[in-house]
DNA sequence: GTGAAAGCGCTAACAA
DNA sequence: TTGTTAGCGCTTTCAC
């Protein structure tokens, strides 16, 4: 990190060379009124010449704008992360934005930390994506960050249900799991079970109701249904996987509450000499970018990750309105290889 | 983003609350020498129990430091460059350090305006991940920004052989691709192809250098291996194999230079009925995180991604040496099912 | 239309 | 050990 002072071009610098003063340059090159064509014209092209690049920090001090915002994630080398995070740095890089993007590893502390310091940054904006917690409490204290930023002229957007009273987009989670789980229902499958991640996250729990409706719906008792809780990962999949083929043998149908754990199912199956689909049918839940590379290729809810991104950030830009807006971001069954009608 | 004035805590307020003078709190809370245990203690708690966070523009402007860097990436949403942006952050997260990432596009002028962005914030590290150019006046500018940005304190460091006078963590794409060929030729492979991206990329041109030493060395003229240039992507991949099928029939492996474009010969092949690896053997390069889960599991280099990002901003924040630092990255071929002796 | 000058919130000399 | 004060580089009234 520079320690010496550094003896970078200062905007007083831009204006000796214009011949005009301090004031009148910062206007010409903030495109501010008040300023003749022709001298902020000078000013901008003696900028140009030397390489000038104003202080974003005294620029934010001075103004008290900022033009940055901060992406809190759950981990950037997750594909659905990666997604989102490309959907916000497009949008930020259209708008002349710079983009922060820090890790929370899941973990509530971790988060508001990660929040203070943006706080601390002054970014103009903050983006939660990832999870909520069901239980509201674990996210108390970002909760109060984050509204204090907002009445202090900050904008927070996020990504998934949060009780984080701010504007959100909001992943199809329940339709998306009703709609895969009539998916495999509809090919006739009644012996389903579902490899699930931890059910304090709001994702998991949104996913599971639209799940439990379809199987309602479908007169079938949601009980019934074996629901093995593993981690969010490839690695928690493949558990599952294995304790569904032990424990529920008659299972026809897997469904993973993410790709990630999908492809963990897959890759157990695999190992056990299970064919899929004919043996087993496997749904998972994202589309992250590789489900369509897989062998079988999976069958899966498309969510919009980049679109959503996309969105968040938008929302952010927007003024606020007195009540947190919602956006939904629409969901797709995309049927693959993995599922087909079962042989039993 | 807030227009109107903040109304936040100031280090002022905290003061005045512990009693102490502006500089006091100060060095209470940066940890700085000089302040009574007991009394920077109260000020630490005053500013707790008050929520304070320092406005890390003030302190910037103020101290001339930094404590934020900035990362340049091709695309986050990629899962090579998302693992590396992951091992940055971690670094980054432990230092207390801010990370702000942008993205490229491979494009030398777009590198050109985030470097630049990056300046005017004031990080103090740039960290440039991505392919460089063979041709070094493709990111001149950028150079010369970068070397001015050095100058002037700032520290850089990049991924990959960039022609731009800084630090560098080098992937180990020569000895890997050579490592790769030698694989496919010790298991009987006479008739390979190459699915390769733009050549123009010192990524892309190291690879092949490994490749073509490995061919010699085996008494193989390089100039008779059918190299199809496409892009560096599945969309490439599936166009580079079809041209290799069409056109060298007699192919029995395709080395595809990234994992991307394997996945997209795999694709290809299981369109048109070629079994892998009974027909065609593939090898890919990275290992990105899916390579294992596809079917079959995909043989291919690996290159430490993460553990690169790490480096890289390791290297950063240690103090600039005079000549440019190099550190090797390491590889290891991992033989999976994609691979397997040639038939006839 | 242009310039002078007062801060923005903090750090770092320099005094006490 | 503590306090006083002069900036850091910019934006923004307020005069002219």
């Known amino acids: 990190m520079p320690k010496e002072r550094t003896a970078t071009l200062r905007l007083q610098d831009v204006a000796e060379q214009a011949g005009v003063s301090l004031a009148?340059?910062?206007?010409?090159?903030?495109?501010?009124?008040?300023?003749?064509?022709?001298?902020?014209?000078?000013?901008?092209?003696?900028?140009?010449?030397?390489?000038?690049?104003?202080?974003?920090?005294?620029?934010?001090?001075?103004?008290?704008v900022s033009r940055s915002v901060g992406l809190v994630v759950h981990e950037i080398g997750d594909p659905y992360f990666a997604e989102i995070a490309?959907?916000?740095?497009?949008?930020?890089?259209?708008?002349?934005?710079?983009?922060?993007?820090?890790?929370?590893?899941?973990?509530?502390?971790?988060?508001?930390?990660?929040?203070?310091?943006?706080?601390?940054?002054?970014?103009?904006?903050?983006?939660?994506?990832?999870?909520?917690?069901?239980?509201?409490s674990k996210q108390a204290a970002a909760k109060a960050d984050l509204q204090a930023f907002q009445r202090a002229g900050g904008r927070v957007a996020v990504i998934g249900r949060h009780h984080l009273g701010a504007d959100a987009v909001l992943p199809d989670n329940q339709k998306g799991g009703r709609a895969i789980t009539e998916h495999l229902l509809g090919l006739g499958h009644r012996r389903i079970a579902v490899a699930s991640g931890a059910r304090e996250l709001t994702t998991i729990a949104d996913r599971m109701t639209g799940v439990e409706e379809a199987l309602t719906a479908e007169g079938i008792d949601p009980a019934s249904v074996p629901v093995v809780e593993a981690e969010f990962t490839r690695a928690g999949g493949r558990q599952a996987a294995e304790r569904i083929l032990d424990e529920h043998p008659e299972t026809t149908a897997i469904l993973a509450?993410?790709?990630?754990?999908?492809?963990?199912v897959l890759s157990a199956l695999?190992?056990?000499?299970?064919?899929?689909?004919?043996?087993?049918s496997v749904a998972g839940f994202?589309?992250?970018?590789?489900?369509?590379?897989?062998?079988?290729?999976?069958?899966?809810?498309?969510?919009?990750?980049?679109?959503m991104g996309e969105q968040a950030l938008l929302l952010a830009l927007k003024e606020p309105s007195s009540r947190p807006r919602r956006r939904h971001a629409g969901?797709?069954?995309?049927a693959r290889d993995s599922t087909a009608p079962p042989r039993r």
């Open 286 to 307: 994202d589309d992250v970018a590789v489900a369509q590379d897989l062998a079988p290729s999976l069958t899966t809810v498309r969510l919009p990750m980049a679109e």
């Open 331 to 334: 969901h797709e069954v995309v």
């Open 257 to 264: 509450l993410n790709d990630d754990m999908a492809i963990g």
């Open 86 to 136: 490309s959907g916000v740095l497009r949008v930020g890089a259209r708008e002349g934005l710079t983009v922060q993007i820090c890790h929370t590893g899941r973990d509530p502390e971790r988060e508001l930390d990660q929040i203070r310091l943006l706080v601390a940054n002054r970014v103009g904006a903050i983006i939660v994506a990832g999870s909520g917690f069901v239980d509201a």
């Open 24 to 64: 009148t340059a910062s206007r010409s090159l903030s495109g501010a009124p008040g300023v003749s064509e022709a001298v902020a014209e000078r000013v901008r092209e003696v900028a140009r010449r030397l390489g000038y690049v104003a202080n974003v920090h005294a620029r934010s001090l001075a103004g008290g």
């Open 270 to 280: 695999r190992a056990r000499g299970v064919s899929v689909p004919e043996d087993v």
